[in-house]
């Protein structure tokens, strides 16, 4: 004998629904970011920018690259926001279509410099030794100023894999000497290091690019004023959050070492 279920059926499967996730509250820790300059409210530089960006006749490229994008000291940022005829690319290569969507299409093949030291393979050019007028012909081209920001070591990859571009249509030029046996000092010396340059004559992008345009420009002078001034302040912000360096136990072992040592010699001498 079977039993018969005498109960009514659902017409539907019931649907539970469960709770919505709620938004996460924000960290009231995290810190505010200007909307315009895009740096912490802290350190931001809006004060000191132009209300309009610096018109150039010199077009100024930069590969920035990857790793240096997220570093609190890079100054590529400010530069395209200081600079109207600004941009910047983040690679680790120079390529060609970076170039063509930044160049005009409908003027002659510009005439074109790249900022980076000599070195025994590929010398350069001081640009002040640079000839303007023939170099541009007479202002018929216009003028491209290509950087790379990258610590040392990067920059130096992103020049060498880039070298097979640029010599077709570029020239490489140095502001001065670069000696790899001189210890190079920080953005600005100051007795709190924001960031150590490897050797003398090293300097950050912006400052270069500042002393590149003061020869390239025609009010040169001001415009790198205008930039190093800048730069000024973007160190003295940034200072006020960092303590003063302190030298390593290892190195301070080396110091005291040596001292004892050039104390010896005296007493044998003496």
Same mark, same amino acid.
């Given at each position: $004998?079977?039993?018969? *279920?005498?109960? @009514? !059926? @659902?017409e539907y499967e019931a649907t539970f629904h469960l709770p919505l996730p709620t938004a996460a509250a924000p960290d009231p820790h995290r810190r505010s970011i200007c909307s315009n300059c895009h740096r912490p409210n802290t350190v931001c530089l809006c004060h000191v920018l132009p209300i309009e960006p610096i018109e150039t006749k010199t077009k100024v490229f930069i590969l920035h690259h990857p790793h240096e994008t997220h570093h609190k000291l890079s100054t590529t940022p400010i530069l395209t926001k200081t600079l109207l005829h600004a941009t910047a690319v983040t690679g680790r290569r120079l390529r060609r279509v970076d170039l063509s969507s930044f160049i005009d299409r409908h003027s002659p093949k510009p005439a074109a410099v790249y900022l980076f030291p000599p070195s025994p393979s590929s010398p350069a050019v001081n640009i002040s030794d640079v000839n303007l007028t023939e170099l541009t012909e007479n202002g018929e081209r216009e003028l491209v100023l290509i950087a790379f920001d990258g610590t040392w070591k990067h920059a130096r990859e992103m020049v060498k894999a880039s070298e097979?571009?640029?010599s077709d249509f570029a020239i490489r030029v140095c502001l001065g000497i670069v000696d790899e046996n001189v210890s190079g000092g920080s &953005?600005? *010396?100051?007795?709190? &290091?924001?960031? !150590? +340059? @490897?050797?003398?004559?090293? %300097?950050?992008? $912006?400052?270069?690019?500042? #002393?590149?345009?003061? %020869?390239?420009e025609p009010n040169g002078f001001e415009i790198e004023t205008k930039l190093i001034g800048i730069l000024r302040e973007m160190v003295r912000l940034q200072a006020g959050f960092l303590k003063p360096?302190? @030298? #390593?136990?290892?190195l301070l072992k080396k110091v005291k070492? !040596? +001292?004892? $040592? +050039?104390?010896d010699n005296c007493s044998l001498n003496a």
């Open positions: $004998m079977q039993c018969i *279920d005498t109960e @009514p !059926k @659902p097979e571009i640029l &953005i600005y *010396d100051s007795e709190l &290091i924001l960031r !150590k +340059e @490897p050797f003398s004559g090293c %300097v950050s992008t $912006m400052e270069a690019v500042a #002393r590149a345009l003061s %020869v390239l360096a302190k @030298p #390593r136990p290892k070492a !040596k +001292e004892k $040592m +050039e104390k």
